[in-house]
């Protein structure tokens, strides 16, 4: 069983429409929840760290949030250069990073 | 600047050969990290290492090696035993173990011909 979800798959956006990406991750010793975006071909770049529910991060036009069960990465009138993989990932108990499947975002013009 | 390099860019493998994939960092990071990324699919921990001289196994180590002689530098070897190597390898490394910071590399895509 995948110890990170993310959903959806895909989303497909129109510039300036508002979204979320979600993930679930394994509630027991969580200690961080790690957003990342990664553009086709190239290593991925942190994006956000979060550590207990009720936590914020924003960065331009991307807001992280987590609750007790989940984590969304929020998106604000989004634009084209937006369009990416992001990927969600944690790191519970004494375990490494282990990374979601992504969500691949596309933002039309 | 500070980084993390990976070479080479792009690899071609025979069947039955071994080869050898490089990763460098200076940002003086304790903890240094492979992983495999399959066409949509997430990121898949191969091996990792949380110092200098010791490394583990991660998730999928089978058909892989490495070492940690330097701070510097965990090079990965995708042995012959690894019977399906098509894919695009990262190279990550994060100040301490137990970090979610991680700085990754602009990765290396193998291709078995």
């Known amino acids: 069983e995948d110890q990170v979800t993310q959903s959806p798959e895909a989303l497909r956006l129109q510039e300036g429409e508002s979204s979320s990406l979600n993930c679930s991750y394994t509630?027991?010793?969580?200690?961080?929840l790690f957003w990342y975006r990664q553009d086709p071909g190239k290593g991925p770049e942190f994006l956000f760290t979060l550590y207990s529910a009720g936590e914020e991060k924003e960065k331009e036009r991307l807001k992280a949030t987590l609750t007790k069960k989940e984590s969304f990465l929020h998106i604000t009138a989004p634009k084209p250069e937006d369009s990416a993989t992001y990927l969600c990932a944690e790191i519970s108990g004494n375990t490494p990073l282990v990374f979601g499947k992504g969500t691949r975002l596309s933002v039309i013009a | 600047d500070g980084g993390i390099t990976q070479s080479p860019k792009y690899l071609f493998r025979k069947e039955g050969q071994n080869v050898t994939l490089s990763c460098e960092q200076n940002?003086?990071?304790?903890?240094m990290y492979w992983y495999r990324q399959d066409p949509g699919q997430g990121l898949r921990l191969i091996y990792y290492?949380?110092?200098?001289?010791d490394f583990q196994k991660g998730d999928i180590a089978e058909g892989y090696s490495v070492s940690r002689e330097k701070k510097e530098s965990f090079p990965l070897t995708v042995t012959s035993a690894q019977k399906n190597p098509t894919a695009f390898y990262l190279c990550?490394?994060?100040?301490?173990w137990g970090t979610g910071e991680a700085f990754f590399g602009q990765g290396t895509r193998l291709t078995v011909v």
């Open positions: 990550a490394s994060s100040i301490h």
């Open positions: 290492s949380q110092i200098v001289n």
């Open positions: 509630v027991s010793g969580l200690r961080g």
């Open positions: 940002l003086n990071h304790d903890a």
